[in-house]
């Protein structure tokens, strides 16, 4: 039997482990866990057990829902969103961190659902997601933003595309958050590396951080979203639409605060709100982009 007081006990096994612990093949541990007979995680795309639920599972002892998961929104930031959790009264707690922290943060079971705009070769978030092997989850549509350049009153005659940021100022986003990847992109493609400019002191957390080091002088210009700009009395230069989405665990979609959330977000009220925040297309919001086996 497993031994909790043993400090040095693992807190996830792995499939061989339980294998041997039941004396089956590893095969069969794979079906148990494919419907769902055992506690179990996947974790960047590996099957994992946790030692203290297989315990609790061998000796028959009942164990917490795992249907229930926290009333979380993790993930990538956006205005429009946040904007509507307060507005709906759903109840949600926020938690957004980039893009890679809400992914990672799901696959922990950590969260009911994430917001990510991690960008592709050929898309947006779901060739990523497919290959974590998350499963129990959709991908749903929630908007198309307009991402280009937040720039300040000063540097906006001297700012017309990635490549003009050479020398300037730019305040950039924590590693793994989808706008840093994608200005990964955009600095390779005009021959720039971050060397070739001059960052400001610590990264934007989120979009309104982005923008407000913008605004208040820190920086000359961020990547950011065109829903920022009109706020902040900033120039805009539009470089990519973007697929902003949110990863659902398929139970959690039925509870009360994603239900009062997503009803909301079709109301007049939201879709008024998207208009005059800008860079926003709703059209295909709620579509089902992406589901698990």
């Known amino acids: 039997?497993?031994?909790?007081?043993?400090?040095?006990?693992?807190?996830?096994?792995?499939?061989?482990?339980?294998?041997?612990?039941?004396?089956?093949?590893?095969?069969?541990?794979?079906?148990?866990?494919?419907?769902?007979?055992?506690?179990?995680?996947?974790?960047?795309?590996?099957?994992?057990?946790?030692?203290?639920?297989?315990?609790?599972?061998?000796?028959?002892?009942?164990?917490?829902?795992?249907d229930t998961l926290p009333d979380v929104l993790v993930g990538s930031h956006d205005p429009l969103l946040d904007w509507a959790i307060h507005a709906s009264g759903c109840g949600l707690a926020v938690l957004c961190n980039g893009s890679g922290d809400g992914l990672a943060r799901f696959q922990e079971a950590t969260a009911a659902l994430a917001g990510l705009h991690l960008p592709e070769d050929d898309g947006w978030n779901v060739d990523t997601v497919q290959k974590t092997g998350v499963q129990n989850a959709v991908l749903l549509a929630f908007a198309t933003r307009k991402r280009g350049l937040l720039i300040s009153d000063d540097a906006a005659g001297e700012i017309g595309s990635v490549a003009d940021l050479k020398g300037k100022r730019v305040a950039l986003r924590q590693p793994g958050a989808g706008a840093a990847l994608l200005f990964s992109r955009l600095l390779d493609d005009a021959g720039l590396t971050e060397t070739d400019l001059v960052c400001a002191q610590g990264p934007a957390h989120s979009e309104n951080d982005a923008a407000?080091?913008?605004?208040?002088g820190e920086a000359d210009a961020a990547l950011g979203i065109e829903a920022m700009a009109k706020p902040f009395k900033l120039t805009f230069l539009p470089l990519a639409d973007e697929r902003f989405d949110l990863l659902v665990n398929?139970?959690?979609?039925?509870?009360?605060?994603?239900?009062?959330?997503?009803?909301?977000?079709?109301?007049?009220?939201?879709?008024?709100?998207?208009?005059?925040?800008?860079?926003?297309?709703?059209?295909?919001?709620?579509?089902?982009?992406?589901?698990?086996?």
Do not use: C
Request: no cysteine; charged share 25%; glycine share 4%.
């Open 212 to 216: 407000v080091a913008v605004a208040a």
């Open 250 to 293: 398929r139970r959690a979609y039925f509870t009360e605060p994603l239900q009062t959330l997503f009803a909301f977000a079709r109301s007049s009220a939201f879709k008024d709100k998207a208009a005059a925040l800008g860079g926003y297309d709703l059209s295909d919001h709620g579509t089902v982009r992406w589901l698990s086996a």
């Open 1 to 66: 039997m497993l031994k909790h007081s043993d400090p040095n006990q693992p807190k996830f096994l792995t499939t061989k482990e339980v294998a041997d612990l039941l004396r089956v093949k590893e095969r069969k541990v794979y079906d148990l866990a494919a419907a769902d007979e055992i506690p179990h995680r996947r974790i960047t795309g590996k099957l994992l057990f946790p030692s203290d639920e297989i315990e609790a599972w061998l000796e028959g002892t009942p164990l917490p829902a795992q």
